[in-house]
């Protein structure tokens, strides 16, 4: 995926519309949700998760990326970053690019993840460029790659489909 540099840090300050979902993510080339709000939007659907450990950034043009710290509970024995966690980094990643192109859509849900581990990762932080390759009406596909952060070479490459509501 040709995303600009991971490590950079991207700030956006648009505020939401209610629009309906593009055909394709080219026809809406601007986020209908900025970082901040993709990230107050998650905390609130999702009052589990600690903001702390995540940060959100949207290159634009159908891409997202997540810089997340990863913990003794996303540790497998061994000191390697669990499946799971990358799993659910991976469809994290695919949920945020698919919020800023519809905008805030809870009911968006995952109907495929295939995912391959390409390398060990590394423990501490991770990185997923998550990339929209197709939105239509009722399903959106996507790709995510891991990186370790600091690492050049990818840890795991994911496919994602979403299923869309109707609105």
Known sequence: MNLPDRH?????????????IPR???????PLMNAEEITRFLHREFPESD?????????GDGQARIHRTMDASDLRPGGTVSG????ALADTAMYVVLLAAIGP????????LTINFLRKPQPGGMIAEAKLL?????????EVALYSAGVEEPVAHATLTYSIPPR
């Not at 394709?24 to 601007?30: C, F, G, I, S, V």
């Open 134 to 142: 197709k939105l239509g009406r009722q399903l959106a596909v996507g």
């Open 84 to 87: 799971p966690s990358m799993m």
């Open 105 to 112: 859509v809870a009911l968006a849900v995952t109907t495929n």
């Open 51 to 59: 903001p702390s450990r995540s940060r959100v950034e949207l290159p």
């Open 8 to 20: 950079a840090t991207l700030a956006s300050e648009t505020l939401p519309c209610a629009a309906p």
């Open 24 to 30: 394709r993510a080219r026809d809406n080339p601007m």
